[in-house]
Structure formats: structure tokens, C-alpha cells
């Protein structure tokens, strides 16, 4: 079998990524513990109707996917969507971005750490916390700094891992279903998907509630666009990672979904609990708890291993933008000779270190809920402002028209967008995100408008230097 031929970037990046690389980060990014321990929540809200909230979240992440792809196949040296922003929308937009979405993927960073800890201490009760959380840092930020096609390879193995899981379970309830298996609440049957189905058997607001919990269980799918930069043969897996990769989550989710609603009647399946440890301790594996344990652990893992790769890469995106004197630029745009940026992401690893330290100081979370939600739900902001330079990109000369375009732009483009603003909205009839919803937009005002002024004074220094 001949080797890939492994190239370099003008900036001193490597393209060591495979295709078979690639579509693993982009599944195991967006595959995570939403579905295996949170899919029982939403799936309790709405009912089967949670399929058609999954398809329509799939069909407009489609959608933005191939508007971010269709940008990524003009010009795939960008290393970052975020580069896009600042090319179309400007630098002030694009610094705005960049920052904030950095910091989405830190906060996010944080929350698996502590997520990890918790798993590991399901077996090691008695281990410290925050010595979990620094040994999983330092490995797998050790992992990201000593080439791209390592991290590559650990996002293989990590994503597989998931993916076992979840063809597991569609295997295993698929026989059930087929058989009628007998269980608790009666027998295993596709009829428990049917039985007397409602649209919105807890009313409207329940239905409406779902859709920004599954939007967040799809974040992360843009992790694909960030991997195109150190790709062998980007124009080929541009096209193959963004056309298969939704197409194949939502064969995992709908399959995993269909298979536990078979089995357990929607109404009697515990909110509380992994629908995945209920569905194989129904089948008689007594070590379903475990075994799921695991797999959320190796889930984690593989998040937080993605989080480091891609808040590197922005964080090294952010520094090269910026002006050459800066002190970010001098000590942080710089690419290792394993050709990584390598200061990039150890500072990005550094900052990650907030999490142990409130581990071992017993820090109260409540911030850091609070952070995080606003966090998360900037993110929507970020999509949207993707969407706006796609359409930016359109009018202007780097346009190619007969490149990987974006199926009925005319048409998908501003419904797109609209749809993300409808997600936003839905946020504040919703308690519990409120707060994260108010936190966003603050963070668009004050943060937004000091980079402005920032900007506008930058180009007021040069004009009168110029004079």
C-alpha cells in the first residue's frame, strides 16, 4: 500500500491528515455525551417527535457545513472557518470571532475535563480530582503538540470507540425489536414508537425546548473545516467529509434513538439514567453501567482532544492577524518543527488549567455554569456570522462557480440564518437557558465594542503615522 505523501504549508504547518482521519474527528466531535447519557432527557421532552427535531437541526448543520466547505474548497491553506470572517466581514468582526469562539472552545475544554474526572472516579473513587483532570490535560495537550497526525490517529481510535458503541446497541435492540423480546414494560416492538403518537405530548413549549438541547448536541460538526488546513488532499476530503459526515451522524443518532424507543416505551424511560445502560441491562449485561462509563470516558477524551486542536489553531490564527510588534504575534504565531503551533496550543492548555485549580480549591461552579452557558450559546452567534461571510464571499472575486457550492444559496442561505436567530430566541422561553442567553449578549456588547474601538484607534495611530 503506497504512503500518503505528507506536504507542508507555507506557514510550516504539515497536511498529515487523512481522509479517514478527518470524517472521525467531524463524527467523534459531534457524537458525545449527549447522546449517551443525555438522549434520554430530550427524548422524554418530546417524545418520537425528537426525530423530526434531529432531522431538521441535521438538514440546516448540512447546510452551513456546505457553506463553510464551499469557502474551505477556494482557498483550503485557512486554517480556521473564523479566517473567512475576517477576510468578508473584516478585521473587527473577525477579531470579535476569533476571541470568542476561542473561548467557547476553552470553556467547553473545561467541562469535559470535569467531566473526565467524574467518569474515572466512578472506578477510583478515592483519586483526587483535580490529579485526574491534570494527568488527561497534560497527555492529551503532550498528544497535540507532537503532530497533527497524532492527534489524528488518537481521534481514530477515540471516535471508533464511540461508533462500536452505538452499532452495539442498534445491533443489539434491533434483534430485540425483531424478536419481540420480552421485558419489564412490556415487549420490544416498533409499535412503541407509533402507539398513540402525539406531536407534542407535553405541549408546545417542550417541543420548542428540544431544539436548542440537540443544537448543542450537534456543535462541534464544524471541527471538519479546522482540519482542512493540515489535510493531505484537502479539495477531495472537503467534499467527502462534509457530504458524508451529517448523513452518517444522523444514521447514528436516528438508529440509536428508533432502537431505544423500540425497546422502552418512551413514556417509561428514565430521564435520569443512560437510555444505553437501560437498553443492555434489558438485554442482560449486568456490566452495562461500566461499560458505558467507558465509553462517555473515551467520549470525553476525545472531545477535549479536539478542543485542544482546534482552540490551538484559533488561538494561533488570532496572534497571526495581528499586528507584528503585538506580543501575541511575537511569542504565539509561531509553528514548531513537528509543524504544529506549538505555543498556540500550550497556551490554550495553560488556561485549561483554571479547571484543576477550582477542583482543588473546592471553587464554588456556579460562575462557571454561568460562563459556560453563555459560552455555548455564542456559538450560535459565531454560525450565523459564517453564514453572513459565506454570502460575502459570494459577491466578491474569490467566488468560484464551479467550485463545491452550497445547494440553493438563493434559498438556504438566508433561511439558514433566519433559523439560527429563531434558535437564539427560543432561548429565553426556556429557564435555564436565560442566563446564558443574556450572558451572550452582553459579551457581543462590551466585548464587541471595545474591539471596535480597538480597531478604530489601530487605524487611527496608522493614519497619523502615515501623515
Not at 417542550?206 to 482540519?227: D, K, L, R, W, Y
Not at 454561568?370 to 455555548?376: D, E, K, Q
Request: hydrophobic content about 50%; proline content about 4%.
Amino acid at each position: 500500500m503506497q504512503k500518503t505523501q505528507i506536504t507542508e504549508n507555507e506557514d510550516g504547518t504539515k497536511r498529515s491528515l487523512s481522509n479517514r482521519n478527518v470524517q472521525m474527528i467531524a463524527i467523534g466531535g459531534t457524537i458525545g455525551t449527549g447522546l449517551f447519557l443525555g438522549s434520554g432527557t430530550t427524548i422524554s421532552k418530546t417524545g418520537p417527535s425528537i426525530l423530526i427535531v434531529y432531522l431538521v437541526l441535521g438538514i440546516f448543520f448540512f447546510l452551513m457545513m456546505r457553506a463553510i466547505g464551499e469557502m474551505l474548497y477556494s482557498d483550503p491553506s485557512q486554517h480556521t472557518f473564523v479566517a473567512f470572517i475576517t477576510k468578508y466581514l473584516g478585521p473587527t468582526v473577525g477579531h470579535f470571532t476569533g476571541w470568542t469562539y476561542w473561548l467557547g472552545l476553552s470553556f467547553c475544554a473545561m467541562a469535559e475535563i470535569t467531566a473526565i474526572s467524574t467518569y474515572v472516579q466512578f472506578w477510583f473513587p478515592n483519586v483526587p480530582a483535580w490529579i485526574i483532570q491534570l494527568a488527561f490535560l497534560g497527555t492529551l495537550a503532550g498528544v497535540n503538540l507532537i503532530a497533527a497526525k497524532l492527534f489524528g490517529e488518537a481521534e481514530f481510535w477515540f471516535a471508533l470507540i464511540k461508533i462500536v458503541a452505538i452499532l452495539a446497541l442498534i445491533v443489539t435492540g434491533a434483534f430485540m425489536i425483531f424478536s419481540h423480546s420480552v421485558t419489564p414494560v412490556g415487549h420490544a416492538s416498533m409499535g412503541n414508537i407509533f402507539n398513540n403518537f402525539s406531536m407534542f405530548p407535553h405541549g408546545g413549549m417542550s417541543f420548542i425546548s428540544a431544539f436548542p438541547m440537540v443544537f448543542f448536541a450537534f456543535q462541534g460538526i464544524e471541527f471538519v473545516s479546522i482540519t482542512i488546513g493540515e489535510a493531505t488532499t484537502p479539495h477531495k476530503i472537503i467534499k467527502k467529509a462534509v457530504n458524508e459526515t451529517l448523513l452518517k451522524i444522523l444514521i447514528f443518532y436516528f438508529g440509536a434513538l428508533i432502537v431505544i424507543m423500540g425497546i422502552i416505551p418512551w413514556t417509561h424511560l428514565n430521564a435520569d439514567s443512560s437510555p444505553f445502560v437501560q437498553v443492555f441491562k434489558l438485554a442482560g449485561f449486568p456490566a452495562a453501567a461500566a461499560l458505558i462509563n467507558f465509553v462517555v470516558l473515551t467520549s470525553a477524551s476525545s472531545s477535549l482532544n479536539s478542543f485542544i486542536f482546534s482552540a490551538g489553531r484559533h488561538l494561533y490564527q488570532i496572534a497571526d492577524e495581528l499586528p507584528e510588534e503585538s506580543w501575541l504575534n511575537k511569542h504565539v504565531a509561531k509553528i514548531s518543527k513537528n509543524g504544529v503551533p506549538a505555543a498556540a496550543i500550550t497556551l490554550s492548555a495553560i488556561f485549561l488549567l483554571i479547571t484543576p485549580l477550582m477542583s482543588l480549591t473546592k471553587a464554588t461552579a456556579s460562575v462557571f455554569t454561568i460562563v459556560a452557558g453563555s459560552s455555548n450559546d455564542m456559538y450560535i452567534i459565531v454560525y450565523a456570522l459564517a453564514m453572513i461571510a459565506h454570502r460575502r464571499y459570494r459577491e466578491s472575486s474569490d467566488f468560484l462557480p464551479d467550485g463545491f457550492k452550497m445547494p440553493g444559496y438563493q434559498f438556504t442561505s438566508p433561511l439558514t440564518i433566519s433559523f439560527f436567530a429563531i434558535i437564539f430566541v427560543t432561548l429565553f422561553f426556556i429557564p435555564e437557558d436565560i442566563v446564558g442567553a443574556v450572558g451572550a449578549i452582553i459579551w457581543t456588547v462590551v466585548f464587541g465594542g471595545m474591539t471596535y474601538v480597538h480597531q478604530r484607534r489601530m487605524v487611527s495611530v496608522d493614519v497619523n503615522s502615515l501623515q
